[in-house]
């Protein structure tokens, strides 16, 4: 009797490893589609604000109306470091990564279309 019983605890415990195995399964899986398709909107983002050919002009200002709190008017810093040769330092997809998503505490993130970007990679260009 006490085989039959033994077996039945075998199975129940069978039966909840399996369920916890596939939850973390079906977990996982979830988290790895939304990285996939989170990465592929931002590589798409990141293909069209390339191919666009910015003005400084128009990135002055949009840097004036959004920037100049942390970097300074001058784009020498404040809080935020000095931007003087910063695509020296990093690429333009870093670039990119870095304002959309303001990576380093404690810059925000910011919504900016692709045309917007592009204006603004031409202006941190033009502070070489």
């Known amino acids: 009797m ?16 399996f369920k916890i195995l596939f939850i973390v399964f079906v977990a996982l ?11 592929n909107e931002n590589n798409k983002y990141i293909m069209k604000t390339l191919k666009l050919n910015g003005s400084a002009e128009a990135g002055d200002s949009i840097f004036k109306m959004n ?7 001058t784009a020498r810093g404040l809080v935020g470091p000095d931007l003087h040769s910063i695509t020296q330092r990093l690429n333009d997809k870093e670039i990119i990564k870095q304002v959309r998503g303001g990576l380093t505490p404690p810059m925000p993130s910011f919504e900016i279309d692709p ?7 031409k202006y941190l260009h033009s502070l070489e």
């Open 115 to 121: 045309v917007n970007m592009s204006n603004l990679l």
């Open 2 to 17: 006490s085989t039959s019983s033994s077996s039945a605890v075998e199975r129940d415990f069978k039966r909840q490893f």
């Open 29 to 39: 899986l979830v988290c790895f589609l939304l990285f996939f398709v989170n990465h």
């Open 67 to 73: 920037c100049v709190g942390c970097h300074g008017i």
